[in-house]
């Protein structure tokens, strides 16, 4: 079973606080043991997002405007 939860910095941040150095130490393994600093965001095509959204019924004028601001943002951008 896999459980999400979001959760922001913040509290994360102060849950790893209430951590012993034990328990600190076991979670920085993980974190090495996963390379978690060393993935990256992958984007997909914009084209597969615009598909994605038009199977769930979205309005042409939404897709577009959708695909614009897509083509405009930052992560697309490069």
């Known amino acids: 079973m896999q459980i999400s939860v979001d959760i922001s910095v913040d509290k994360l941040l102060n849950l790893i606080s209430n951590l012993n150095i034990n328990e600190l130490e076991e979670v920085k393994n993980k ?12 984007k ?30 930052s992560v697309y951008a490069n």
């Open 31 to 42: 974190i090495v043991e996963r390379e978690l600093y060393f993935k990256k965001f992958k």
């Open 44 to 73: 997909d095509k914009i084209e597969n997002i615009i598909d994605d959204f038009k199977k769930e019924g979205y309005s042409k004028d939404f897709l577009a405007d959708l695909e614009d601001g897509l083509k405009k943002s």
